[in-house]
């Protein structure tokens, strides 16, 4: 069983940043940041897949980054140039072996962290 939980979250303005964290019990082989604004869809941000390659959603390429530390575990994305449309509930999510844009495939993802609420005002 792998535990995620976020950290990070908030309330910025337009064109502001902020980071999340993500914090796994174990390490995993795969992982991916999601999120679901108010009474819309989930959807794939960016993911690490297996050989450590990262892949974004094209509406955040250029503003996102995602990256991980191995020696604690943790994941994070670094989020600047902060739009009203990037307010949503971020999820991590953890799964196995993946190649490629893993963020696009939720199904791929076993475990899930509680979720960070990012508000961005215009």
């Known amino acids: 069983q792998v535990q ?7 309330s910025v303005q337009a064109g502001g940043s902020l980071r999340l964290s993500c914090v796994a019990s174990v390490p ?12 819309k869809e989930r959807e794939g941000v960016a993911s690490i897949d297996s050989d450590g ?3 974004y959603t094209d509406s955040v390429k250029g503003r996102f980054i995602i990256s991980q530390d191995n020696a604690k ?3 994070y994305l ?6 009203p449309e990037d ?7 953890a799964g196995n072996r993946c190649i490629g844009a893993c963020y696009k495939y939720a199904r791929l993802f076993n ?5 960070t609420q990012v508000t961005v005002s215009s």
Do not use: H, I
Request: glycine content about 12%; charged content about 15%.
């Open 4 to 10: 995620l939980v976020e950290s990070g979250g908030g």
């Open 28 to 39: 995993t082989q795969s992982m991916a940041w999601f999120r679901q604004p108010p009474e």
């Open 53 to 55: 390659t990262t892949r």
């Open 73 to 75: 575990n943790t994941l």
């Open 78 to 83: 670094q989020m600047s140039s902060l739009k």
């Open 87 to 93: 307010s949503a509930d971020y999820y991590c999510a």
């Open 111 to 115: 475990y899930w962290g509680q979720g």
